[in-house]
């Protein structure tokens, strides 16, 4: 019994390692991509004239 706990343990740490590793290389994607965004919509509404639904994807 001792070893099936131990076992599972062992399993949930490396899968939390694995979560981590994965979450911190995504984030700066995200984040990237949120400035993209940004940048595009900043562009979209300086060269808009007043037209909004040239805001809208």
Do not use: Q
Request: hydrophobic share 70%; aromatic share 16%; glycine share 8%.
């Amino acid at each position: 019994m001792f070893w099936k706990v131990l076992g599972f343990i062992v399993l949930i740490w490396i899968a939390l390692a694995l979560l981590g590793t994965i979450i911190k290389g995504v984030f700066w994607l995200v984040v990237a991509g949120a400035i993209v965004l940004g940048l595009v919509w900043l562009y979209k509404a300086i060269s808009a004239d007043n037209d909004r639904s040239s805001l809208k994807f």
